[in-house]
T-cell receptor, first 114, second 112 residues
């Protein structure tokens, strides 16, 4: 398997622009997670899905952030409008069921908002 | 709430030195415990895990023992290599909950 695939790897945008981050989980995995990593706050869980349904979005910082999972093989995290404080590395991870609890991470998207 | 605490600050050591990274946890139930490693420019990957008290997880020369009495899961390696330079994260999850609670991570730098 190719693992969790995220795109783009790097994104540079200007304040106020819309940003869309993409994730393809490992085939067959039924959980998908979005994280944000910064030096100040470390690794934060933003939202996670089970069988394409959002389960907990309490980590989403503001209404400017939204996430969707239209099918089992694709998810997006959108920021609109973007702000400089959104600059971070965003990771997607997937896992299979409850029993194993092992999450597999993508390589991340490094977002810079100027 | 459930949480993980890692020792503060980066760790710098020489090749072949002994490495210890401390991790303690707070949980209301009986969590599974994990160490994840993040190499430069990459995502996190599972290094080892333990699911119950006194279990020892091991991989690539790293070990950690689940200590319920001290609520700890310290990571150790007897002889580090330059290639072990990375950020190490301790994490926990409770049975029936697929979320992971991560510590802040420790940057490890191994000098030749």
């Amino acid at each position: 398997d190719a693992g969790v695939i995220q795109s783009p790897r790097h994104e540079v945008t200007e304040m106020g622009q819309e940003v869309t981050l993409r994730c393809k989980p490992i085939s067959g995995h039924d959980y998908l997670f979005w994280y944000r990593q910064t030096m100040m706050r470390g690794l934060e869980l933003l939202i996670y899905f089970n069988n394409n349904v959002p389960i907990d979005d309490s980590g989403m910082p503001e209404d400017r952030f939204s996430a969707k999972m239209p099918n089992a093989s694709f998810s997006t995290l959108k920021i609109q409008p973007s702000e400089p404080r959104d600059s971070a590395v965003y990771f997607c991870a997937s896992s299979l069921g409850l029993a194993k609890n092992i999450q597999y991470f993508g390589a991340g998207t490094r977002l810079s908002v100027l | 709430g459930d949480s993980v605490t890692q020792m503060e600050g980066p760790v710098t050591l020489s090749e072949e030195a002994f490495l210890t990274i401390n991790c303690t946890y707070t949980a209301t139930g009986y969590p599974s415990l994990f160490w994840y490693v993040q190499y430069p420019g990459e995502g996190l990957q599972l290094l080892l895990k333990a699911t119950k008290a006194d279990d020892k997880g091991s991989n690539k020369g790293f070990e950690a023992t689940y200590r319920k009495e001290t609520t700890s899961f310290h990571l150790e390696k007897g002889s580090v290599q330059v290639s072990d330079s990375a950020v190490y994260f301790c994490a926990l999850s409770l049975y029936g909950n697929n979320r992971l609670a991560f510590g802040k991570g420790n940057q490890v730098v191994v000098i030749p």
